[in-house]
């Protein structure tokens, strides 16, 4: 008893003098404290501005055009589109919730053809019941072998323990070859399947996703016709273990290939440090609306195999998320990189609800705006936060993305919370006593209030 209580006094005392120092090296070092605020990293942000532009009213009033019951019938002008699913037999049920919103919410107006894409041959009831709720063309394909399963070349051995250490670690999917497959698969074949040749836009949705508002216009045609190769709704932070090589394994490919480095680059959205280390930012990409040119284009087919080579989608647990989006803020420019505040989304556990001028009543949003995602304050210069249902407000010191994030209260109290993937805890000072919150947890404050 008495031992406890001397090691938690210790542990109190070391998290103190941490804190301590963190808060001292912040008000005296500018590069530490500029490095660790994320208020300050936001404020920063030099191409924050071009990616927040609306969608304008024209692309609306042309939607509201259409005829519901004719999709595409009477459309003047059309994207080469497609929208795409990655789906098992076994994700029917979730798949058909997925289409049916998006049939509902936009495409029974805009009729593009879906493109559904398997391991294994699909099944007749997930063909009959994905097609009983889709109006337009839809299509069935099979992956071939080679862009699925783990190579020959990779050593497997090398591979298991791999994966039993990340078991053993508690890494999400740690232990799972097809989460490895399907991951390799998303980052470097789905687009040289031949169903998708002929495409050049593509929509990703998985089973089991929310789209929130109505879509009154067209993505495809917003992105063309303003030069956008990929578009996101939320932004995420990687876990860090899934990882360890590959920003090194890029640092190695720029270096070889100075040549595809886009000149005005999104450097600045993925490291706080001009390109040494990752900061573990971002698309979460089981939602991108983007162009399947960019994949199949010389840098990323070099890049892809650069990183494929080394064996990482297995020998650790490379994510197409962080793949995808450190080669586009490599090689696209950086206004070529689109948030679209009007697509209403939600991924299990995550939700984006439109927060623009007008945005949320235009689109029927059936979406609580109070939920949107921490992480999308990098494209924010907004800093002020809220949480529970207070009026409580502070501002952020500290984003912890591993392991405890831990404040003291006035009373001397400690408050301890535990990092998730994808959920950092956060510590926030305000007046009174600091607190330290889960990201979800919190809300924006506007400017205005
Ligand atoms: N055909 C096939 N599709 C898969 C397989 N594993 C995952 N997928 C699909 O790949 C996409 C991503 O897989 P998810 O299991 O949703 O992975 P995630 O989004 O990282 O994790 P969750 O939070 O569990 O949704 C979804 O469209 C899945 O349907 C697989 O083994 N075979
Ligand atoms: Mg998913």
């Given at each position: ?5 001397t ?7 070391v ?8 808060s ?39 939607a ?28 029917v ?63 497997e ?127 979460w990409?089981n ?6 040119d ?22 650790e ?8 989006s ?23 556990p ?14 029927k ?5 109070k ?6 304050t ?28 831990q ?31 889960l ?11």
């Amino acid at each position: 008893m008495l031992k406890t209580t001397t090691t938690a006094r210790y542990l109190f005392l070391v998290v103190f003098i941490i804190i301590g120092l963190h808060s001292i090296l912040s008000f005296t070092h500018e590069d530490y404290g500029r490095v660790t605020s994320f208020k300050n990293i936001a404020a920063h942000l030099p191409w924050s501005e071009p990616s927040l532009d609306p969608v304008p009213a024209e692309y609306f009033d042309h939607a509201s055009d259409l005829p519901a019951a004719h999709p595409g019938s009477l459309m003047s002008r059309r994207a080469n589109a497609s929208i795409l699913m990655l789906a098992r037999n076994s994700d029917v049920n979730d798949a058909v919730r997925s289409v049916r919103r998006l049939e509902d919410r936009f495409n029974k107006k805009f009729g593009y053809p879906w493109v559904f894409l398997n391991e294994e041959p699909f099944s007749e009831e997930f063909k009959t019941r994905i097609s009983n709720v889709i109006n337009g063309e839809v299509s069935f394909g099979q992956i071939p072998h080679e862009h699925w399963y783990q190579p020959d070349w990779v050593d497997e051995d090398k591979a298991k323990a791999s994966r039993d250490q990340m078991v053993a670690d508690n890494i999400i999917y740690g232990g799972s070859v097809s989460y490895r497959n399907m991951c390799r698969f998303n980052s470097g074949f789905f687009y040289r399947h031949p169903l998708l040749q002929q495409y050049k836009w593509y929509w990703r949705v998985e089973p089991d996703v929310h789209f929130h508002c109505d879509i009154d216009f067209d993505p495809f045609l917003y992105m063309e016709d303003h030069n956008k190769t990929y578009a996101f709704t939320i932004t995420m932070y990687e876990f860090r273990a899934t990882i360890p090589t590959l920003w090194d394994t890029v640092k190695d490919f720029t270096k070889k290939h100075p040549e595809y480095i886009a000149p005005n680059n999104a450097m600045g959205y993925m490291s706080d440090d001009g390109g040494d280390s990752y900061n573990l930012c971002h698309f979460w990409s089981n939602f991108e609306i983007a162009s399947m040119d960019f994949w199949r284009d010389e840098a990323y087919t070099k890049f892809f195999e650069h990183l494929d080579r080394t064996g990482g989608f297995y020998y650790e647990r490379w994510g197409d998320a962080p793949v995808h989006s450190i080669a586009v803020s490599l090689f696209a420019n950086k206004d070529q990189i689109h948030f679209f505040d009007e697509i209403g989304y939600e991924h299990n556990p995550y939700i984006h609800c439109p927060r623009g001028e007008g945005s949320w009543a235009r689109g029927k949003c059936d979406c609580d705006v109070k939920r949107n995602f921490v992480a999308l304050t990098r494209w924010s210069t907004r800093h002020r936060w809220r949480w529970g249902s207070g009026n409580v407000e502070g501002d952020i010191a500290e984003i912890v993305e591993e392991g405890k994030a831990q404040v003291t209260s006035n009373k001397g109290n400690t408050v301890t919370r535990n990092a998730r993937e994808g959920d950092p805890a956060v510590k926030i000072t305000r007046k009174g006593n600091d607190v330290v919150k889960l990201a979800h947890e919190l809300n924006e404050v506007k400017e205005a209030e």
